[in-house]
């Protein structure tokens, strides 16, 4: 089974002049997130620092809403056990020689392939939820930020 054809976003249906109100869905929106909250305490100390570096970055581009963090809290927990599991397969290698019981020995992936592989895809995963990654950025849309007249500015500094 195929998936179809990608959705067009609202904002693009207007332009083309092809929106119509029988299609239209109704978004639930959350407020917007203005302060970095507190990492929970169950993040180890790196995923604490990528939770703060990653909402900043949300905050900066207006995607940080108080139904979201924990998408956020649980992304850069994975960021950080990808980094873990990086750390002990430069340390010990991607194999490892495991004992059989005839006296021998086998070589064995290291299972810290397998959780590097899991997190990275899991932080994939989350981080194409915000638009971090070059395709769903294009599935997402362009935050647009509202750019103030010069002349309106002008009238509201003599209107003060």
Not at 30 to 39: A, G, Q
Not at 72 to 81: A, D, G, P, R
Request: net charge positive; with cysteine.
């Amino acid at each position: 089974m195929g998936a179809g054809r990608p959705g067009v976003p609202a904002t693009t249906k207007k332009l083309q002049g092809t929106d119509r109100k029988d299609r239209e869905k109704e978004i639930v929106q959350f407020d917007l997130i203005t302060e970095v909250p507190k990492p929970e305490v169950w993040l180890d100390n790196r995923a604490k620092k990528y939770f703060r570096d990653s909402c900043k970055l949300l905050m900066s581009k207006g995607l940080l809403t108080s139904a979201n963090v924990g998408h956020v809290l649980i992304m850069s927990q994975e960021l950080s056990t990808y980094e873990e599991a990086c750390r002990e397969i430069k340390k010990s290698g991607m194999t490892q020689m495991m004992p059989t019981k005839t006296g021998g020995q086998y070589e064995q992936v290291s299972p810290w392939v397998a959780i590097r592989n899991t997190a990275q895809k899991n932080y994939r995963d989350y981080a194409a939820l915000f638009g971090l990654d070059p395709v769903s950025a294009g599935k997402i849309g362009a935050v647009t930020k509202v750019e103030k007249d010069e002349f309106e500015q002008a009238q509201n500094k003599y209107n003060e």
